[in-house]
Every structure is written in C-alpha cells, then in structure tokens.
C-alpha cells in the first residue's frame, strides 16, 4: 500500500471522538479512517494524568502497528496530558489533537461571559491553565467539570427526561447568564441540542472538532500525506468493549 492510502487512526475513551471524526471525513472523504474507542476503560475524566498518558500510549501504539499514516487523538482529555508524549514517541507522524474552542468562543463578541463544560482532568491540567491565561482578558471564563456527562452518550442516550435533568442539575445556574458554551469534551457534542435548549436557544456553541479536522488536513498536506484517489474512503470502528451493541452505537452517532 502507498504510504499515502494509509488509514488516518483516530482514538478516544469511547464514543465521543467520532464528533471530530465525522468532522474529517466530511474534510477528507476520500481517506481511510480507523476509528478506536476505549470504552472497556471510559470515562478518562476522571482518573490521574498517569493511567490516561499509559491507556494513550496504549491506544497509538495499537494503531501503529495496524500502520496509521497520523493519529488523531479525539478526546481533549487524553490531548491535554498526553499529546507531548504521543509527538515525542512518534516523530515520524504527525499527532494531533483536539483542545477546547476557548479562543473562538472568546472572539465572537465583545467581551463575552464563556462557560466551558470539560472534564476534570483537562480543566485542572497546564494545557487548559495555559489557554486560559492567553485568552482570558478576552472576555470571563467559567470552567465547569461535568463529571458523570460522557456516561450518557456511552449509553446512547442523547435526549429525554433523564438526561434533561442531569444536565439541569449542573447548567440551569447559568441560563441566559453567558454568551457561549465550549464543549471541552468530544462526547459532548452530542447533547448540543439539550444543553442549548437548558442554557438558552440564544447562547452560541462551539466545539473544537470542526477545527481539529482543519489542522489534520492543514498537516498532511504540508507532508504531502494527503490520499490524493478520488474514491471514497472507509471508515472502520473498532471498540475496546469488542461488542456488537458498541458497534451499532458508534454507526449511530457518525450517521447522525
Ligand atoms: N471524550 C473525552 C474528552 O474529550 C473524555 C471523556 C472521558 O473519558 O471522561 O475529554
């Protein structure tokens, strides 16, 4: 095989990742995709730096060996403490990752209120405490961890009266109180239409997934990487569950 046909890895705690995934294969799709979600070891959030740098580590090296051209590591949880690494370890590929969209948030008004809905390890880490100081006399920042959330799209629950109210319980203190949500976390994306309706049909979402999927194509194409074929490419999910009931989630969500 060309280098070039070679399959673009992706990988995540479980089955967020595939909001940015959808992002490139909308971008690229004529590129080979392989997409791994580790939810057997969901959610990433909430363990320390040190076991979510080894499950990464775990996660490349496997798509490594199944010979990814670049890897695209879609969760911001696994960025934020483990993208050095990853670079580090694999200087022969290009490693990109997703982080939260505090900049254009910050940008799409004057002086606006922003609340940043991420997971406990990215809001505490030196990559988040680093945008923040760059960004942060743009406008006011309220980080908010959302322990508990990523759970409910790894059940494939993504409306109802259910997660309504969890996600209440956390938000209803900032209704009509801040210009922006960023979802700092790539399951999230999928409850867009819930924490819209909860913060305010007013208040502007952004998502970092859009973005990541511009640089990864921005970064093949400087390696002159980039599958230049006009077939359509595929796209394969592979779980760390290993079940069928994963397998028809992931499909779910990247046909949405
Ligand atoms: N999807 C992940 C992220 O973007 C993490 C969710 C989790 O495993 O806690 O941060």
New binding site residues.
């Given amino acids: 095989m060309e280098n070039r046909e070679k399959p673009i890895g992706f990988f995540?705690?479980?089955v967020?990742?595939i909001s940015v995934l959808r992002e490139a294969v909308k971008l690229m799709p004529n590129e080979n995709f392989i997409y791994f979600g580790d939810s057997l070891n969901?959610?990433?959030?909430?363990k320390s730096v040190t076991d979510v740098q080894d499950l990464a580590v775990k996660n490349a090296e496997m798509l490594i060996g199944m010979g990814v051209k670049a890897i695209v590591i879609a969760?911001?949880?696994a960025t934020s403490v483990s993208a050095d690494i990853l670079r580090l370890k694999y200087p022969h590929i290009p490693v990109i990752g997703?982080e939260p969209a505090l900049k254009p948030a910050l940008l799409h008004k004057e002086n606006p209120k922003v609340l940043v809905m991420?997971?406990e390890v990215?809001l505490r880490e030196k990559k988040f405490k680093a945008l923040l100081e760059k960004y942060s006399d743009l406008g006011e920042v309220f980080p908010l961890p959302c322990p508990g959330l990523?759970e409910w799209v790894e059940q494939g629950v993504l409306e109802g009266e259910a997660v309504e109210e969890f996600l209440e319980n956390i938000l209803l203190p900032y209704k009509n109180k801040v210009d922006a949500v960023v979802l700092?976390?790539?399951?999230y994306p999928f409850l867009k239409d819930v924490i819209n309706k909860i913060v305010g049909e007013n208040v502007v979402i952004f998502d970092g997934g859009a973005g990541t999927a511009k640089e990864l194509k921005r970064r093949l194409a400087e390696l002159d990487m980039e599958n230049k074929g006009n077939e359509k490419g595929t796209v394969e999910f592979l779980n760390s569950k290993g079940s069928d009931r994963e397998k028809a989630l992931c499909e779910k969500l990247f046909y949405l």
Wanted: charged fraction near 5%; hydrophobic fraction near 20%; aromatic fraction near 4%.
């Fill in positions: 995540d705690s479980g967020g990742g969901a959610p990433y959030g909430t969760c911001n949880t997703v991420a997971t990215t990523m700092g976390c790539t399951h």
